[in-house]
Structures are given as C-alpha cells and as structure tokens.
C-alpha cells in the first residue's frame, strides 16, 4: 500500500509540473497527443489543477488535502471569484469529454464480462 501511495504522489507531482510548467494548460490547448500519454486518474488531476491554480476549493477531500499540499495554492473565500480563461475552459471540456468517454468504455466493457460471467453460471 504504500507503495502505491508513493508512485501516486510521484505521478501527481510529475503530472502537476508537466501540466503547468511544461504543457501550458492556462495559455495552450489540450491536444490529443497529450490525452494519449494521460492516464484516467491523470485526467481528473489535471483538470482539476486548473481550477486550483485560481484557488477553487474542493468539496471532495481527498482533492482538496492534494493541493493544500502546494505551494501555490491559494484558496478563495468564495469559488464564484474562479473564472477560467477560454483556454482553460476549452482544457476543461476536452479533458472532462475524454474522462466521460473513458468511464462510458470502461462501463462497457464491464457489462460485457458481468454478461458473460451470467451466462457461464447459467451452464
């Protein structure tokens, strides 16, 4: 466990400095070339750096410990003080789509094998 734990916050930390400081995901678009090499759980991170580097507070735990953690978080008083460039909104909608289709594949995927696995039982 963990070890787990610790190839998490390596990958977080890794995802972190690549989203912002070598990516530019406030001033550049997300391209595909870049959802190719994300993990699922990279997606959500990722996303939801850019809306903690305005200083949006999370009502998840487990979201909010993560970036406390930072240096460079700064929580607002109020979330309706957030507001996302277009860029940023764009980077959110491309992300959260590529999240959704993911899930929809997974849940698939899922259902198919709980299908088949009835349909042994049955034999």
């Not at 595909?32 to 949006?56: F, M, Q, S, T």
């Amino acid at each position: 466990m963990k070890k787990i734990v610790f190839v998490s916050i390596l990958c977080f930390g890794f995802i972190s400095a690549f989203s912002q400081a070598i990516y530019n995901i406030d001033t550049k678009r997300i391209n595909n070339d870049l959802l190719g090499i994300l993990c699922d759980d990279e997606l959500k991170w990722v996303r939801n750096e850019i809306y903690a580097r305005h200083g949006y507070v999370f009502t998840t735990k487990e979201i909010q410990a993560r970036f406390e953690r930072e240096s460079w978080y700064q929580p607002v008083s109020d979330n309706s003080q957030v507001k996302l460039s277009t860029v940023e909104q764009a980077n959110v909608a491309i992300l959260k789509n590529e999240e959704d289709k993911r899930n929809a594949r997974a849940n698939a995927i899922k259902a198919y094998f709980k299908k088949m696995k009835a349909g042994v039982a049955k034999k």
